[in-house]
């Protein structure tokens, strides 16, 4: 088998059991360079010292962890706000009744497309900047983008994990 096979198999694999745990209420966690044992440690220490999820789900932020399941949506509206938008909201929704800043630099963890890689991704986002304009050009090999171009992607079917 040719390794892009391979790769694509393996893709398909992992969003599959994503599409899964999240259909049975299940969850996500994801903390760049820690692992499911990492994980399950920290959560265990969150629970003795919490007994709400939201206090839980609070602590596991606090230690740099995203959770995120049917309830627990992938999208914050920006760093330090409690408040939540899902994949399936506009990243230029107003904020507090004020209008989204289209110009606002957002850290980006992670993309995620079904089915797509990253030249899939890289098209996309020059195709996004060709729309909006050179101002909202990625930084940092799509780590550090505008908000503006954040809702280009999403409106191309891509979401996004925000660094908290």
């Known amino acids: 088998m040719k390794p892009q096979s391979i790769q694509v198999i393996g893709s398909l694999i992992l969003f599959s059991s994503v599409l899964v745990i999240s259909g049975c209420g299940g969850e996500f966690s994801y903390k760049r360079g820690a692992t499911a044992t990492d994980f399950q440690s920290e959560k265990d220490r969150c629970e003795t010292e919490f007994r709400s999820e939201k206090e839980i789900d609070q ?14 949506p992938l999208i914050p509206l920006s760093r330090g706000e409690s408040k939540t938008i899902s994949i399936a909201d506009d990243a230029m929704a107003e904020i507090d009744d ?59 079917g891509w979401a996004a994990l925000l660094q908290q």
């Open 59 to 72: 602590c596991l932020q606090q230690q740099g962890w995203l959770v995120v399941s049917a309830d627990k």
């Open 98 to 156: 004020k209008p989204a800043d289209p110009m606002e630099k957002l850290q980006v963890n992670s993309w995620w497309r079904a089915g797509a890689g990253p030249e899939k991704l890289m098209n996309d986002s020059k195709a996004c900047t060709a729309e909006l304009g050179e101002e909202h050009s990625p930084e940092a090999n799509m780590s550090l983008v505008t908000r503006g171009l954040l809702g280009c992607m999403q409106k191309k």
